[in-house]
């Protein structure tokens, strides 16, 4: 004999809550075991990098990371205010790819109490970076004329170039737990120091600024990320 239709429904909706009252449970015990994260760092998506950072922690403090990334779009103009003589660089285009390893130290009684993958950290990281740009800039060339001989000309034409970055950086940063305990933003300042090496060696025209991609030497960046605790 089945159950009358207010004692089923009584029934699904007391099950109901108990599902709701569980997960809810497990998601409050899940910073106090939160071993993975994984985040996408949202800062750098204005420069066309798609940067993905795992990070396991490893004991209560300390935690290491790794970050690869994609980098496909349009390249950032740092050369509007320098006067460089490449005036078109916001139409260049750039691939490539790299890699970040990270370890971090979380300070004790800087998070939230409880909570893992969380607090004011002081951190390193070593990373390298291959871009591939693509562009165009008036220069002289041998152009095929009517004639069948071959001329020297100037006028546009399509060039590339190729980087290769090599370095480290010493981050300052705070993470924290956002609107629900598996979700966490990352906010953070670095002192970076880089090694170049370009295909067009001192001819480069990405050396405009100490951001800049072609770039040797020590400058200061900012980021955020938001990601969620995976395990």
Request: proline letters at 4%; glycine letters at 12%; charged letters at 15%.
């Amino acid at each position: 004999m089945s159950p009358p239709p207010l004692r089923r429904l009584a029934g699904l909706l007391a099950g109901a809550l108990l599902l709701l009252q569980a997960g809810t449970a497990q998601a409050q015990m899940a910073p106090d075991s939160a071993q993975l994260a994984a985040k996408l760092a949202v800062g750098r998506l204005l420069g066309s990098t798609y940067e993905v950072e795992l990070e396991r922690r490893y004991g209560q403090r300390l935690s290491f990371s790794l970050l690869p990334r994609v980098v496909a779009g349009q390249a950032l103009d740092h050369s509007s205010s320098t006067g460089t003589p490449f005036p078109n660089r916001s139409d260049d285009r750039m691939r490539g790819y790299g890699l970040g390893f990270s370890a971090r130290y979380y300070l004790p009684n800087t998070g939230t109490e409880g909570t893992g993958l969380a607090g004011l950290y002081l951190g390193l990281k070593a990373e390298y970076q291959r871009l591939r740009f693509t562009y165009t800039q008036e220069g002289w060339g041998e152009d095929l004329a009517a004639d069948g001989l071959y001329y020297y000309t100037f006028r546009a034409r399509s060039f590339a170039e190729t980087i290769n970055r090599y370095g480290g950086a010493f981050l300052l940063g705070y993470q924290c737990q956002i609107l629900h305990p598996r979700l966490r933003f990352d906010a953070y300042g670095s002192l970076n120091a880089l090694s170049t090496r370009s295909s067009a060696n001192q001819g480069s025209r990405y050396r405009s600024s100490p951001t800049d991609y072609a770039h040797s030497g020590s400058f200061v960046t900012f980021g955020l990320s938001l990601g969620f605790v995976a395990k």
